[in-house]
Nanobody
């Protein structure tokens, strides 16, 4: 059974950076696509970026605005989300998810496995 654990969230000042990690266990990351999502209170879960097993990346341009970068390290069974120039509106719970199929930043039902989330708070 595939399991995913996010880490790296916390409190950061506006303009700061965070690097989130998504560690996979129960199987190897190699054949899975990984998506990053976020959800703020009272809002729908929003897809940010995803990376396929071949390394191809799909971004939700409206959400990311060139500030977030997804990557993966199969040898470490870990995917990452580098977040720069953080804004208060980026405050949310951030989730990673995995699928054996081609990834999507819009179709959440494609993902069979989800982590428990890591909180990101951007505040001065």
């Amino acid at each position: 059974q595939l399991q995913l654990v996010e880490s790296g969230g916390g409190l950061v000042q506006p303009g700061g950076s965070l690097r989130l990690s998504c560690e996979v266990s129960g199987s190897t990351l190699e054949n899975y696509a990984i998506g990053w999502f976020r959800q703020a209170p009272g809002k729908e879960r929003e897809g940010l970026s995803c990376i396929n097993s071949n390394g191809g990346i799909i971004n939700n341009v409206e959400s990311v605005k060139g500030r977030f970068t997804i990557s993966r390290d199969n040898a470490k069974n870990t995917a990452y989300l580098q977040m720069d120039s953080l804004k208060p509106e980026d405050t949310a719970m951030y989730y990673c998810a995995a699928t054996l199929y081609y990834c999507s930043v819009y179709y959440k039902a494609r993902y069979d496995y989800w982590g428990q989330g890591t909180q990101v708070t951007v505040s001065s």
